[in-house]
């Protein structure tokens, strides 16, 4: 979204060179029909001098009157630096998304960064078994149809609890690091009780990407024989009957060569 100030002044210039223009327009072309009219005679050109020079001057009213009805209202507050980086920010991730490869690697970029905000953490290591685990659920993701497809939106509200869950823990261990003696008790059980929640969590998680995977290879043993594999055999069967046929049909014709050569 553009500044809505930026926008406002920039009309207004826009609005500025138009009537401008428009302005220098009407006043040629009332010059060159005030002049030619009496000098050449009322004519069908004249018409046409006459009825330009008319539109160009109402056109250049109207521009005039638009100008001053803009100027009129108030020019809108400038924008908050912080809300201009924002929409700047967004305007940029919006563009980098619109390219081939710009959302995966931008998903990468948040994954980087969000393992750095972990580094330290006890959340880390499961956190990157959780990446792992996604990514090859993301690979999967296009065979699991049918029965399969419902795990899908499971496995994506669980991946986004579990990564949440992640930072809880780390958070827990920032406020560790300054909380009062007295108060570390309480939050150390909190945090192991939230790491064992992870730890958990992340572990279902990786069962049900075990599971996926077997769906995946049962799904495609469901036939005796792949249906690229049976084409492949009827077309080697057919190109040996085609070349038994080539293999006879010559076989016909050489006692016939034999036959004419022998008689000549």
């Known amino acids: ?9 920039r009309r207004l210039r826009r609005l500025r060179r138009s009537a401008r223009r428009w302005s220098v327009l009407a006043g040629g072309l009332g010059g060159a029909a005030a002049v030619l009219t009496p000098y050449a005679g009322l004519g069908l050109a004249d018409a046409f001098w006459a009825a330009a020079a008319g539109g160009s001057v109402v056109m250049a009213a109207w521009r005039w009157v638009d100008l001053r009805a803009l100027a009129a209202q108030p020019a809108p507050p400038p924008l908050d630096p912080a809300m201009a980086g924002e929409q700047a920010r967004a305007r940029l991730v919006a563009a980098v998304q ?3 490869v710009g959302r995966s690697a931008l998903d990468e970029v948040r994954r980087q960064q ?3 905000a972990l580094r330290g953490s ?3 290591g499961p956190w990157t078994r959780l990446d792992r685990a996604a990514a090859t659920l993301s690979g999967l993701a296009g065979r699991l149809t049918g029965p399969g497809e419902p795990a899908l939106l499971e496995a994506a509200v669980a991946e986004q609890s579990l990564r949440d869950l992640a930072h809880r823990v780390a958070s827990v261990e920032k406020a560790l690091r300054f909380a009062p003696s007295d108060t570390r008790p309480a939050l150390e059980d909190a945090r192991a009780n939230l ?3 992870l730890e958990g969590g992340v572990a279902a998680y990786e069962r049900l990407v075990a ?3 077997s769906y995946v290879a049962e ?3 469901m036939v005796t024989e792949h249906p690229a594999v049976s084409r492949l055999t009827e077309a080697s ?3 040996r009957g085609v070349a038994a046929g080539l293999a006879e049909l010559r076989d016909l014709s050489d006692p016939m060569r034999t036959r004419g050569s022998q008689t000549a």
């Open 1 to 9: 979204m553009a500044d809505p100030r930026a926008r406002y002044f």
């Open 211 to 213: 599971a996926a995977a």
């Open 195 to 197: 790491v064992e929640q």
């Open 219 to 221: 799904d495609g043993r």
């Open 237 to 239: 069967d057919l190109l």
């Open 122 to 124: 006890v959340a880390a």
């Open 114 to 116: 969000a393992r750095f």
């Open 98 to 100: 619109r390219l081939p």
